[in-house]
Nanobody, 121 residues
Framework: VQLQASGGGLVQAGGSLRLSCAVS????????IGWYRQGPGKQREWVAS???????AYEDSMKGRVTVSRDSAKDTVYLQMNRLAPEDTGVYYCSIGHYYDSRYYPAAGIWGQGTLVTVSS
């Protein structure tokens, strides 16, 4: 499986970005795609995930500001982020894994390259 995140960039506080995650390869072992982010000096944290049947889940602090969606025909998962704040700055990664028992579990060692989001104040 290969994952490629894109769509990052520089945006002013209050602005929006839509990130994309292109998925390729054999995905039958998994049931979900997840988005993570890693801010400067911070640990990587889960942002949102979507199962292959379209069920979305969000980290509590992100609810209402982000929307995860998928286009099965394009093998692409999107992360729409609104009302961005400087604390949203970081590298955003997509992953593949499993979602069950209300939690997302990324597959070990399968991460996309990441895309940098910088939010200026």
């Amino acid at each position: 499986v290969q994952l490629q995140a894109s769509g990052g960039g520089l945006v002013q506080a209050g602005g929006s970005l839509r990130l994309s995650c292109a998925v390729s390869g054999v995905t039958a072992r998994y049931n979900a795609i997840g988005w993570y982010r890693q801010g400067p000096g911070k640990q990587r944290e889960w942002v949102a995930s979507i199962t292959f049947d379209g069920s979305a889940a969000y980290e509590d602090s992100m609810k209402g500001r982000v929307t995860v969606s998928r286009d099965s025909a394009k093998d692409t998962v999107y992360l729409q982020m609104n009302r961005l704040a400087p604390e949203d700055t970081g590298v955003y990664y997509c992953s593949i894994g499993h979602y069950y028992d209300s939690r997302y579990y990324p597959a070990a060692g399968i991460w996309g390259q990441g895309t940098l989001v910088t939010v200026s104040s």
